[in-house]
């Protein structure tokens, strides 16, 4: 995963967020890997001859390697997103000849 920040130095989450140089905001890129799975469910329902209508419930979880997010080769402390959890629900109408 990759966030764009503003600030000029590595520091605290805070420090980062709050920082700027010369009164200018500058962009930093933060990377912190993550393993993700998203098990889910599907229905499908033949509506008509080129129509279908689908139907898909799932869970997104996330593992975090580490708890830190890095700049460079430098370590931010306090980040956000250690990891998340979130349902999934979708509906699909997919059609063809």
Known sequence: MELTLI??????????IDGKKNGEPIAINASKGF????P????????TDFM????NA??????SFDDDWKIGDK???DGP?????????SLQVPFGF
């Open 52 to 55: 279908v209508l689908k139907l």
């Open 81 to 89: 997103l250690s990891n998340f959890h979130a349902p999934h629900l």
């Open 58 to 63: 799932g869970y997104l979880i996330t593992f």
């Open 75 to 77: 370590t931010v402390k």
């Open 35 to 38: 393993l993700t799975l998203k």
């Open 7 to 16: 600030h000029n130095e590595p520091g605290s989450f805070e420090d980062i």
């Open 40 to 47: 889910k469910a599907s229905l499908n329902y033949k509506a």
